[in-house]
């Protein structure tokens, strides 16, 4: 039932396609994603001097895997901060209302 929401989509990463199968909703953020990449490829052909374009796509996903990883790392802190922040809210205003 599942396979019926699917439709089909070319993914162009690198300037090679990649046939995908992919849920209409996500066509928006897989746009994005790929758009992300494409401008990490490019940035990574302006900055080493390789000619394989397999190297360029490489480079770029791993620059966007550390990146997130990075950002994996760094959210637990960043959730507790605003965790504490949004209790110490709560408290005043359960102060205010009693």
Known sequence: MEDQS???YTANIGG???PLKIKSSEKKIIDQTIAD???RVAKMKASYASKDVQDWVAM???SLAY???KSKAQSPVENTSL???LEK???KLDTLLD
């Open 6 to 8: 699917l439709i089909s």
């Open 16 to 18: 090679r396609q990649y």
């Open 37 to 39: 990449i494409n401008d």
């Open 60 to 62: 770029a996903f791993l």
């Open 67 to 69: 990146d997130l990883n």
């Open 83 to 85: 965790i504490s922040d």
């Open 89 to 91: 809210i709560e408290s």
